[in-house]
């Protein structure tokens, strides 16, 4: 069946400008992640869906990041006011449901470029 | 807080050679272990995973085992081939609060034929 998606796969934006990453679970998943990568380094924790409960932001490095997601579908990951310093890869992940037995399966990612 | 420290790659190893990756973590109470890997051009992939002490994961000829008193959850391969050339990711989730992955940096794998 259809995987984790993500788009767009690369987006370059000047400093300044804001910038919004879409990303569609694997259906039927209740649980859905972001994360970031930066070069040369492991995924840092963004924020975490699980169903109709309140999201867990607290891996949002500032308030220029933000994310929704409706129901237990599409996810956006908005960026206000891109910096240098957001250039990374942004990962998506579901999983059928909370805890470490769920596997998390991860989207492709979309690559951010600040220019 | 919880954190995962491996080796820093790359680690180059010619094809039939045996694989070591170090992890080790930090983490309160007991946290599920997880190895990823990453292939070229590709999405992460779990590879194998550990719930509890002294529990075997594995998977495609690569095994780790949760070992508690070191706090470690080491990867090993005995006999790599040039398809396991990839990043390789240690990572955690407690079992308890939060469950998002806490990951290590990653290794990167060249093997040569």
């Known amino acids: 069946g259809a995987g984790v998606s993500q788009s767009p796969s690369n987006k370059v934006t000047e400093k300044g400008k804001d910038v919004e990453l879409r990303c569609d679970p694997i259906?039927?998943?209740?649980?859905l992640y972001w994360y970031r990568q930066r070069l040369g380094q492991g995924l840092e924790f963004l924020i975490y869906f699980q169903g109709n409960s309140a999201p867990d932001k607290s891996g949002l490095p500032s308030d220029r990041f933000s994310a929704e997601r409706t129901g237990e579908s599409v996810s956006t990951l908005t960026i206000q006011r891109t910096q240098q310093e957001d250039s990374a890869v942004y990962l998506c992940?579901?999983?059928?449901?909370?805890?470490?037995?769920?596997?998390?399966?991860f989207g492709p990612g979309t690559r951010l470029t600040v220019t | 807080g919880n954190s995962v420290t491996q080796m820093e790659g790359p680690v180059t190893l010619s094809e039939e050679a045996f694989l070591t990756i170090n992890c080790t973590y930090t983490a309160t109470g007991y946290p599920s272990l997880f190895w990823y890997v990453q292939y070229p051009g590709e999405g992460l992939q779990l590879l194998l995973k550990?719930?509890?002490?002294?529990d075997k994961g594995s998977n495609k000829g690569f095994e780790a085992t949760y070992r508690k008193e070191t706090t470690s959850f080491h990867l090993e391969k005995g006999s790599v081939q040039v398809s396991d050339s990839a990043v390789y990711f240690c990572a955690l989730s407690a079992n308890t609060g939060r469950r998002a992955l806490t990951f290590g940096s990653g290794t990167r794998l060249q093997v040569q034929p």
């Open positions: 550990a719930t509890k002490a002294d």
């Open positions: 992940a579901s999983s059928l449901g909370e805890g470490s037995s769920y596997e998390q399966y």
């Open positions: 259906s039927g998943h209740t649980a």
